[in-house]
Every structure is written in C-alpha cells, then in structure tokens.
C-alpha cells in the first residue's frame, strides 16, 4: 500500500475501514470514505488528509472515536494501553475530540 510516508512494510486491519499501516520509517492509520464520513465535523490532522493519520499524534483521533470497534475486533495490539496513551495524546494535539469522547 502507498501510503504519505513510502511504501507500507506492514498492515493490520483494527476494524472494518480502519488500517494501521507501517513503512520502514513511519506509519498511522488509514481510514475509509465511510470512516471519514464518520469522523467529528472540522478535524484536522497533520497531513491534511483524512485518510491518513500519522503515527506520533494523530493516530489518536481515529483510535478514540473508534474504540469501540477497534476493542469489537480485537486485533488491535495492547488496546488498552494503546487507548490510555491515545487520550494523553489528545489532551495536547486534538483535545477537540476529547469532547464527544
């Protein structure tokens, strides 16, 4: 898979419509049209594009509003400690999201 950072080394499905992608020097989550669609009205991320959600902080925005079907499908590594540090992440790049969530 293509991806803003190279070519993907690796991909995981955590749910239906929603990757987690890595490249040998980055990775994120990849959301589908219907995800996006799902998403909070305004967000942002940093790459300005809604598919794509880098793995240092954006990755949080998708992981949270999703949570549920990303626990559901259970193949998301460390769910629990993932979604904890997904919230600290959020207070300081996307508290916008905290919110509804």
Not at 4 to 23: F, H, K, M
Not at 73 to 86: D, H, M, Q, R, V
Request: net charge negative.
């Amino acid at each position: 898979m293509n991806t803003p950072w190279g070519e993907s080394n690796r991909v995981t499905a955590l749910a239906q419509g929603i990757l987690d992608v890595s490249t040998p020097s980055h990775g994120g989550i990849h959301l589908s049209p219907e995800r996006i669609s799902q998403l909070p009205q305004g967000i942002k991320n940093f790459v300005n594009d809604l598919r794509w959600w880098e793995e240092d902080c954006d990755w949080a925005v998708p992981y949270i509003v999703f949570k549920d079907d990303i626990q559901r499908e259970g193949k998301a590594y460390k769910f629990i400690e993932n979604l904890s540090s997904a919230y600290i992440i959020a207070q300081k790049y996307h508290p916008e999201v905290l919110a509804n969530y």
